[in-house]
């Protein structure tokens, strides 16, 4: 069984918007810290947003930041990522993560769990 599914990907133009959810389950289902990184073509997997296991810290990439939105539904183990005003740049593949901790982080290295990733397009 998977433990993190990622789900809502797809084509969209740019100025669109998109909204990515992750769903948890077995050990990655507890209230752990979550977050999502992004891999476009020929480029490293790069960090997005993260929110704590309670949902009341939340940090961002500058890339980011002000445009994506991350939440979570810790009843439904569900997290979520609001992405408003996308930009081409904004196309690769999501990757929804969870650390075996309650706080944050940017670091993917940190995280011990990792879904099968959804892709973003986004045309011009």
């Known amino acids: 069984q998977v433990p993190l599914v990622e789900s809502g990907g797809g084509l969209v133009q740019a100025g669109g918007s998109l909204r990515l959810s992750c769903a948890a389950s077995?050990?990655?289902?507890?209230?752990?810290?979550m977050g999502w990184f992004r891999q476009a073509p020929g480029k490293e997997r790069e960090f997005v947003a993260a929110?704590?296991?309670?949902?009341?810290?939340?940090s961002y990439s500058d890339d980011v930041k002000g445009r994506f939105t991350v939440s979570r539904d810790n009843a439904k183990n569900t997290m979520s990522l609001q992405m408003n005003s996308l930009k081409t740049e904004d196309t690769a593949v999501y990757y929804c993560?969870?650390?075996?901790?309650?706080?944050?982080?940017?670091?993917?290295?940190?995280?011990?769990?990792w879904g099968r990733g959804t892709q973003v397009t986004v045309s011009s």
């Open positions: 929110i704590s296991g309670s949902g009341g810290t939340t």
């Open positions: 993560a969870s650390r075996l901790r309650m706080t944050a982080t940017s670091m993917a290295g940190e995280y011990e769990y």
């Open positions: 077995g050990r990655t289902s507890r209230s752990y810290a």
